[in-house]
């Protein structure tokens, strides 16, 4: 038995749910019987998140600014390097209070998992994100370093946690709450990672089409990180009046643009390709490209 605090979360009806049925379990024991009880005919069903404050209706939506905090820690295994391993990991799982139960995607010789741990108190987003990192980090410890491969997404508050299968085998953890504090203590510092428009600025710097833009005064302005309205590089033959967004510059290696892009969408230009674009700036493309690949140009 593990009672202790209320458990708030969410139940969603499947992947598809984005405003998922907001519950409070009495305590965990009631929290871990009701997801046990909760089974999944297949694959993208039912699951479980945090809770998320309502929004201006009424309604709660599953994203991260509404999550709320939450008493419980979430693990998704999508492999082991054996059975064994398997099994090993459940063994020093026993540390602490919870579940565990394979998935849909389980085999015998391929083992696939979730767990879900009980904790001391609530925790908010980066709290809950550093603890489960702390559990991981036990677990190679214990299990072998790269024995486990984990699912960091579930690590966020917003994230769903699928609930068992029909087949599912269950494994209930003998031991005591996750001390989230004395967790925090020894667990690292989440990276921050650069924004977005920290990248894009670097990008900007050194592309040789944006300076090119900026020193004829060609951007009108930036839109949202990595792309600029500018004026397009064939607006001579344009047979219709420009709007300041109707050609975008989209930075390279940048969102999955591995080179710069000109979008246009006048009637002339939509069937144009990249080349003629750059030609129309007096640059040879196959230096230009060269550049934005980071090859060096002599």
């Not at 009631?30 to 694959?43: C, G, N, Q, T």
């Not at 039912?46 to 309502?54: L, M, N, R, V």
């Not at 953890?173 to 670097?202: F, N, T, W, Y």
């Not at 990249?274 to 040879?284: H, R, S």
Request: aromatic residues 8%.
């Amino acid at each position: 038995m593990i009672a202790g605090q209320a458990i708030h979360y969410s139940r969603g009806a499947s992947i598809y749910d984005s405003e998922p049925e907001q519950r409070v379990a009495e305590n965990f024991d009631a929290f871990a019987e009701a997801i046990l009880a909760d089974r999944a005919k297949e694959k993208g069903q039912q699951y479980i998140t945090a809770a998320f404050k309502p929004d201006g209706e009424g309604k709660p939506h599953r994203n991260k600014a509404s999550a709320l905090p939450v008493a419980f820690v979430p693990l998704d295994f999508d492999g082991f390097e054996s059975p064994e391993a398997f099994l090993d990991a459940v063994q020093a799982l026993h540390r602490w209070g919870g579940i565990v139960y394979t998935t849909h995607s389980h085999k015998a010789e391929a083992p696939r998992a979730r767990a879900i741990l009980a904790a001391t108190r609530e925790m908010d987003a980066n709290e809950r994100i550093r603890v489960c990192g702390a559990v991981e980090h036990y677990l190679d410890q214990e299990v072998g370093a790269g024995l486990i491969k984990f699912d960091h997404t579930v690590y966020r508050l917003e994230q769903p946690l699928f609930c068992p299968p029909t087949d599912g085998q269950d494994y209930h953890l003998s031991g005591v709450p996750i001390d989230v504090d004395q967790a925090l203590a020894h667990a690292p510092e989440i990276k921050k990672e650069r924004s977005a428009q920290d990248r894009a600025e670097e990008i900007a710097g050194d592309d040789p089409i944006l300076s090119l833009l900026l020193d004829r005064g060609m951007v009108h302005r930036e839109m949202d990180a990595g792309r600029y309205a500018v004026q397009c590089p064939c607006s001579n033959e344009h047979t219709s009046e420009s709007s300041e967004t109707s050609t975008i510059y989209a930075l390279p290696n940048f969102e999955g643009v591995r080179y710069g892009k000109f979008i246009c969408q006048h009637a002339h230009c939509k069937e144009r390709n990249q080349k003629t674009f750059v030609e129309a700036l007096g640059l040879d493309p196959n230096t230009v490209w060269a550049a934005q690949r980071g090859d060096t140009v002599a």
